[in-house]
Every structure is written in structure tokens, then in C-alpha cells.
């Protein structure tokens, strides 16, 4: 993985990390209110499932913690797998956020865009080197001289 890639999938931890945070503990923050748009009478209604994918977006932000650990440790391929998936996974989760919830389009935007992002940094670099490197000579064994 390239140095983009690297910084992208840790900005892209840090915000899942983050936002799992102001998710399960800080919803009924009115300064959040742009973000969850979640009003002051529906906090004990949504309570259990703000928590929950707190937790789950934490999780998903720790296991790309551990993809870029598993990347510096000579286990590149298993830790790019990792972030490959959880950013897919945040791509779908993108669009499937502006899809039924318009009003978060900023959101979606950021989740979808963000992941996106990380998913170009670590696919195209390697898919142009594969690509356009020169084949390598094929060595034919040398026949016995009769």
C-alpha cells in the first residue's frame, strides 16, 4: 500500500472511531444535532440503536487499525483484504444512507467519498504496476548438445 492509502485508511479509522464515540454517547448533544438529527424527544426511542452502531462503527474502525498493523508486519495482502472489505462495506453504507435518509445526503457524501477513496488509493497503483510492467523473459532450459 502507498503512503495515500495509508493516510486515507487511518483518517477513515479515526472518523469511524470518532463518530461511533459522538454516536454512543454523545447523541443527545444538541451541537450534534446537524449530524444525527435526532430530536430531543426521540433520545430514550433511539437510545438502544444510536449505541449500538456506535459500537459497531467503532469496531469497523478498530479492525482497519488492525489491517494497517497486519500491512506493517509483512502481512500485507490479509491487512489490505481487511480494509478493502470495511471500506466496501462503507460504500454501501453510503449510498444506502442517502437513499433513505435524503436529509443526511453531507453524511452519506463523506462516508461514501471517504471510503471510495481508500478503496482507489490501494487498488489502482497496484493495477497499473501489474499492468503496464514489462513481462518477465520466460528462461527456456538449455537443450543437451548431441
Known amino acids: 500500500m502507498n503512503r495515500v492509502a495509508h493516510v486515507l485508511a487511518a ?47 467503532m469496531l469497523m474502525g478498530l479492525a482497519i487499525v488492525v489491517g494497517l498493523v497486519l500491512v506493517h508486519r509483512a502481512q500485507a495482502a490479509a491487512g489490505r483484504a481487511i480494509i478493502l472489505t470495511i471500506s466496501g462495506m462503507h460504500v454501501v453504507l453510503g449510498v444506502s444512507l442517502v437513499v433513505t435518509a435524503p436529509e443526511l ?12 477513496a481508500v478503496i482507489l488509493a490501494i487498488v489502482l497503483p497496484n ?12 528462461a527456456t532450459p538449455a537443450r543437451p548438445a548431441r
Open 11 to 57: 483518517l477513515e479509522a479515526l472518523t469511524l472511531i470518532t463518530v461511533g464515540l459522538l454516536e454512543s454517547f454523545f447523541f443527545r448533544s444538541p451541537e450534534l444535532y446537524p449530524i444525527f438529527l435526532i430530536e430531543p424527544d426521540e433520545y430514550d426511542a433511539v437510545a438502544l440503536w444510536t449505541r449500538n452502531v456506535g459500537v459497531y462503527n
Open 105 to 116: 445526503w453531507l453524511s452519506a457524501v463523506f462516508e461514501f467519498g471517504l471510503a471510495l
Open 127 to 138: 493495477r497499473r504496476t501489474t499492468t503496464d510492467a514489462p513481462a518477465e523473459p520466460v
